[in-house]
């Protein structure tokens, strides 16, 4: 009987756990794979080590050690010795999406105080190679365009 309960307790835990996996993202389900990979590298190279076997366990903790070092570094952001983005107004506006004007006029590679059919001609230029669907990039046209419309005022 006890057998029975602890079965239909770990089905239970499984089909809760497929029900959370159905319902995540695609980027938290590859942190937490990696979060695993990471802590079982951990766990094979202090067992390897507690064992006696050293070189194992250095071969172990080369081949996760780039694994766990940067997952570390993606918690923590603010660590020591790494760049922060900057500071002040143009920091934050880098971190939430927003274009300064002097960020879109670099995009469109113009001068600033650009008359508006400058800005249009330069924009069109740029769009002719960026455009997803001349094989381009997302990320690029989007900015294109963002800069289009903060120098625009669209």
């Known amino acids: 009987m006890l057998f029975l309960v602890l ?35 951990l ?51 880098r971190r939430s999406g927003a274009m300064t004007r002097e960020e879109a006029y670099q995009v469109l590679g113009v001068h600033p105080g650009a008359s508006e059919d400058d800005i249009r001609a330069a924009h069109r230029r740029l769009m002719r190679g960026a455009h997803p669907d001349r094989g381009g990039s997302d990320w690029l046209a989007s900015r294109i365009n963002q800069a289009r419309d903060v120098l625009l005022g669209g």
């Open 7 to 41: 079965g239909g307790l770990v089905l239970f835990i499984f089909l809760g756990g497929l029900r959370a996996f159905e319902r995540a993202s695609v980027t938290s389900i590859k942190s937490l794979v990696a979060w695993i990979a990471a802590l079982a590298g």
């Open 43 to 93: 766990t094979l190279g202090l067992l390897l080590i507690l064992s006696g076997r050293w070189p194992l366990a250095i071969g172990a903790l080369t081949f996760f050690g780039p694994t766990i070092w940067n997952h570390w570094r993606a918690a923590h952001p603010a660590a020591p010795g790494r760049k922060s983005g900057g500071s002040g107004a143009g920091a934050a506006a």
